[in-house]
Each structure stands twice: as structure tokens, then as C-alpha cells.
DNA sequence: CCTAGGCCTTCCCATCATTGGAAGGTCAAG
DNA sequence: CTTGACCTTCCAATGATGGGAAGGCCTAGG
């Protein structure tokens, strides 16, 4: 079958497929005379391993181990218990920052609350260590930030601040 | 201060500096004749808010968002939850998605523990879907997969799998 | 046989935030 | 004046994925 077809089956794109070939995560397919890529059932169920190990979190690299144990039945069990623990920890420690800044969050935003729409909101307090804002805001762009500007044509810059128009970033 | 003192002081890299500047986040810093950036206290106050804000998990886009409203004494506070808010949200997601993750392999890994070391891991076999490892291999590589590589030890299978003259796409 | 259009091929680019390095200019101390 | 620490800009790479261009292949319908 063609890739499309592999890809369908297993779940994982095309594209991904060559470039999991491209850096040695499975074998070069073999190819038709016409130059396309020809898989077989053993290579969906191939890429079908690779798929749920990446939809469990695991690295390539990790997978890469993942599949040279899984084609040797021996001595397999340990190992393999070895590498999901490891990576387990790796997903708790991933998690705890993230429930970690929740809960900075959360916190924030309740005192926000409470101070009522009147006050300044903590959370802000918080971000600036208890400054005032700046005087200048950000202006003037180059790269831009993606998904936010516009035009912009911030001239010359003799202004000490561009109280005029739109400074930044519009969006 | 130049830019090392400013990076010091913020506790955000000289490099992201440069970047943050060069994509409008923060204004373009003033210049001494030398063309070194030339930094002030409450360029260093922007810095640290920029990096508390990225602590907190917040994406670029979002933190501009807030620089501004930081610049905004006026109506801050609910627009200030609103932002926290839609972001703790994403961060919900993204912990739930880990610790679903997480929740799977546990299960796995226990399930793997009672089988003892002789069976088939169990973990194995659900990300085979119970099919029997492919006869071929991941062999050959090309762009390398980060961190691993060379030592390789698969000698013993050299048969014939590589029928097709062609190898690794290699560039 | 010819053609349309759907699939395939390779190659390049972009993401997101960050780090690394090269090549060269500047500054301060010895 | 030299040295070494710092600065400047520019380019590249990361990890995993998607987007798209330019061109080749295949198949069904006329």
C-alpha cells in the first residue's frame, strides 16, 4: 500500500511517516519502480506502536528505545518498566509546574477579585514586583509577534513618547 | 547598565533581551555611541514583569497583552481576570492531558509488575495492539535521532533485510 | 490516446522560545 | 598597548509538526 494508505490506517500523517524514515525512527520503506513508497502490514503495525507511544508523552528518542526492545522479546519486561517509570517522572515533574502556576493563578485572581473593579488588580502588583508601569510602553517592532500587528510606521523617533497615535501592536 | 547587568538584574537572558526587543515586546532600548543598548531601572522593572509573566506560563503574545494593560491604570482589573483566567484554563488542559498520560502508563506499568518478568510486558502489547514486533528493525539513520546513535550492537540480524540497493535518504 | 485530478516525490519554510556560536567592535584594567 | 570581558549583528539548531511549491505517477473517463 501507498502512504496515504499507511497513513490512514496507522493513524499517523504522511508527512510524519517520511520524516520518522528520515531520521532512522523506522526503516526506509521499500519503493516501487515508480520511486513511491510501498508499505506492508508489519509497517502500519509499526507506526501504529509509534503513535500511541507519542500520545503517552514518550520522545522519540525514547520511542526509538521503545522499539528496539519491543523487537527483542528477551529480555524485555524490566526495561521497559524501567523506561515508562522514568518517564513518568518526567510527565509528574511537567505536571507539577503546571499546577504549580494554577495555583499562583488561581490565588491572583481571587485576590483580584475581592479587590473589587475599583483597585489595582494584584495580579498586575504582582507581575510588576510593585512597580508603576513604565512610562514608555512598548513601540516600535521588527519581527513581529505572531498573529498581533499591523502598519505601525513608527518614524522617526524624536518623540519622547508616542502619546499620539497607537503605539504598539495593535491588534 | 548595559544589557549583562540589565539580564542580571531581570533575570532574563542578554539573548532573550535582544529577541524580546527585536520582536516589539518590549520597546527598542536607547543607545550609547558605542551602539551598546543603554538600560534604565524601569527597563528593568519591564524585564522582570516580561519574565514573571513567562514563570506564570504565559505566551508572548498574551504577556503584550498584558504589558499594555500594565500601561493602562484605567480599566486593568477585570480585563487583567479575564486574560488570567482563559489561561488558566489552557493550563488546565494541558495538566489534564499529562496527567491522563500519567494515569495510563500507572496503569500499564502495574499491570506489567503482576505479570512478572517472564510474560510479555503487558505495556508492550497495548502499544502493539498485540501484534508481533516486525521482523525488520529500525536500522539505518540518517539526520540521527538526538542523543542516541552509533553503538547500534543489532549485528546478529544481517540478513538480507536491506534487499534494495537504496539507502538512507541521507541529502 | 489524451486529459483531469488525485496521489506521490523531494525540498524549503514556519512554528515557539531559547540557546549557541562566529566574526568583529568596545571598554577597562594592567 | 595588550588582554580579556563585554558588546554588536547574523545565522543555525532545537522537537514535532504542518504548509506548500514544483514536478512525477497513476487511474478513470471521454
Same mark, same amino acid.
Given at each position: 500500500? /501507498? ?7 496507522? *493513524? ?5 511517516? !517520511?520524516? @520518522? #524514515? ?12 515508480? *520511486? @513511491?513508497?510501498? @508499505? &506492508?502490514? $508489519?509497517?502500519?503495525? +509499526?507506526?501504529v506502536f509509534v503513535r500511541r507511544a507519542r500520545d503517552l508523552g514518550f520522545s522519540i528518542?525514547r520511542i526509538?528505545?521503545l ?6 522479546? *528477551?529480555?524485555? /519486561?524490566?526495561?521497559v518498566? &524501567?523506561l515508562a517509570a522514568s518517564h513518568v517522572?518526567e510527565l #509528574? ?10 495555583? %499562583?493563578?488561581?490565588?491572583?485572581? %481571587? ?6 473593579? +475599583? ?9 510588576? $514586583?510593585?512597580? !508603576? ?9 521588527? +519581527? ?5 500587528? #499591523? /502598519?505601525?510606521?513608527? *518614524? ?9 497615535? !497607537? #503605539?504598539?501592536?495593535?491588534?
Open positions: 500500500m /501507498n502512504i496515504g494508505q499507511a497513513a490512514k490506517r496507522s *493513524g499517523v500523517s504522511a508527512k510524519m511517516i !517520511r520524516y @520518522y #524514515e528520515s531520521i532512522g525512527l523506522v526503516p526506509s520503506a521499500d519503493r516501487l519502480e515508480s *520511486g @513511491y513508497r510501498d @508499505y &506492508a502490514e $508489519d509497517d502500519v503495525h +509499526r507506526l528518542p526509538q528505545d522499539l528496539e526492545l519491543w523487537g527483542n522479546t *528477551g529480555r524485555s /519486561n524490566g526495561e518498566r &524501567a517522572s #509528574e515533574a511537567q505536571a507539577r509546574k503546571i499546577t504549580g502556576m494554577i495555583g %499562583t493563578l488561581r490565588g491572583l485572581m %481571587t485576590s483580584c477579585e475581592r479587590a473589587g473593579h +475599583r483597585a489595582h488588580c494584584p495580579i498586575m502588583d504582582e507581575l510588576a $514586583d510593585h512597580h !508603576r508601569p513604565p512610562p514608555v510602553r512598548p513601540k516600535a517592532k521588527a +519581527r513581529t509577534v505572531a498573529g498581533r500587528q #499591523e /502598519n505601525d510606521t513608527r *518614524g522617526a523617533g524624536s518623540e519622547t513618547v508616542g502619546k499620539s497615535g !497607537r #503605539e504598539v501592536v495593535g491588534r
